[in-house]
Nanobody
Framework: EVQLVESGGGLVQPGGSLRLSCVAS????????MSWVRQAPGKGLEWVAC???????IYVDSVKGRFTISKDNAKNTLYLQMNSLGPEDTAMYYC???????????????????WGQGTQVTVSS
């Protein structure tokens, strides 16, 4: 059974930092494309960042230079280091995975076939 379990969310002041984690099981983590996707209150899903099986990463423009996606294949864990957080980063953050033949780092959330339950990030003073 595939499982993705996120943690690390919380309440942080503007300008602060958080590190999200996502522990994966039930599939060959190292071979999969892994992304972080977020959903702000009242809005749709927004793809944030993706890392491929080689460790190369891409980001949505709004988080470039502030967020860093990484992974530890030995621990089957995906991370998102978030710095210089602002109120616009408030959202539920999900990790998502895709590994079917021909897949790559999709920037469209619906292309991912495995999802975690999410972890809430709230940026507020």
């Amino acid at each position: 059974e595939v499982q993705l379990v996120e943690s690390g969310g919380g309440l942080v002041q503007p300008g602060g930092s958080l590190r999200l984690s996502c522990v994966a099981s039930g599939f060959t983590f190292s071979n999969y494309y892994m992304s972080w996707v977020r959903q702000a209150p009242g809005k749709g899903l927004e793809w944030v960042a993706c890392i491929d099986s080689y460790g190369s990463a891409i980001y949505v423009d709004s988080v470039k230079g502030r967020f860093t996606i990484s992974k530890d294949n030995a621990k089957n864990t995906l991370y998102l280091q978030m710095n210089s957080l602002g109120p616009e980063d408030t959202a539920m953050y999900y990790c998502a995975a895709v590994g079917r033949s021909g897949a790559y780092c999709y920037t469209v959330p619906v292309r991912y076939n495995y999802w975690g339950q999410g972890t809430q990030v709230t940026v507020s003073s």
